[in-house]
């Protein structure tokens, strides 16, 4: 089992310009989770989905940001446009409905300049 | 909602010495609870999970952590840190599996970086 791949792992791009982060989870996993981790504010969950449909969004901070879950192996999380303030890691996980554990992928460090 | 406080936001120890990072958490109802660990430049990792049973569970690389139903306690310990255990300490909470909507929702804390001293 490969785990929850990120892509990509690293991103540096130019205000205003848009960002697409990439996630594929475990297969078989029911659940995805986006989070966005900074120092000032920690782990802050973004959006979850539910067998592709985005069951809560409320984490989400502006429209700038949306999410999308085409099939159940593959979301994406874009910024358009991007501010300097969006600068974090972002982590996507993943996790079955009978599982009690969330599983992270590696994460995707962005940077805003 | 669900809310976890993490009481220190930096802690230093000498290798050897003993560990007990705090977690408390606020929700009237039944919870699972959650370590997670991240090393230096790596992800999140799951160090031990508590969901129901006995309230003293033991993790991976000797953590351990006790549940405290009547002080919504959950705080992580180790008897001897080593320098590898540098690293930054969540703790988590969600909801019991049967509570009903928004169950899978992971709230963390905001972390407790370990920093040991060889």
């Known amino acids: 089992d490969a785990g929850v791949i990120q892509s990509p792992r690293h991103e540096v791009t130019e205000m205003g310009q848009e960002v697409t982060l990439r996630c594929k989870p475990i297969?078989?996993?029911?659940?995805l989770f986006w989070y966005r981790q900074t120092m000032m504010r920690g782990l802050e969950l973004l959006i979850y989905f539910n067998n592709n449909v985005p069951i809560d969004d409320s984490g989400m901070p502006e429209d700038r940001f949306s999410a999308k879950m085409p099939n159940a192996s593959f979301s994406t999380l874009k910024i358009q446009p991007s501010e300097p303030r969006d600068s974090a890691v972002y982590f996507c996980?993943?996790?079955?409905?009978?599982?009690?554990?969330?599983?992270f992928g590696p994460g995707t460090r962005l940077t805003v300049t | 909602a669900q809310s976890v406080s993490q009481h220190n936001h930096h802690v230093i120890l000498s290798e050897a010495a003993s560990l007990e990072l705090g977690c408390n958490y606020s929700y009237g109802g039944t919870v699972n609870l959650f370590w997670y660990v991240q090393y230096p430049g790596q992800h999140l990792q799951l160090l031990l999970k508590?969901?129901?049973?006995?309230?003293l569970v033991k993790g991976i690389k000797g953590f351990e952590a006790e549940f405290i139903k009547s002080k919504f306690s959950f705080n992580l310990r180790k008897p001897s840190v080593q320098w590898s255990d540098t690293a930054e300490y969540f703790c988590a909470v969600r909801r019991a599996l049967n509570s009903g909507a928004g169950s899978y929702q992971l709230t963390f804390g905001k972390g407790t970086k370990l920093s040991v001293i060889p």
């Open positions: 996980a993943s996790s079955s409905w009978d599982s009690l554990e969330v599983h």
């Open positions: 297969s078989g996993h029911d659940y």
């Open positions: 508590y969901f129901s049973g006995d309230p």
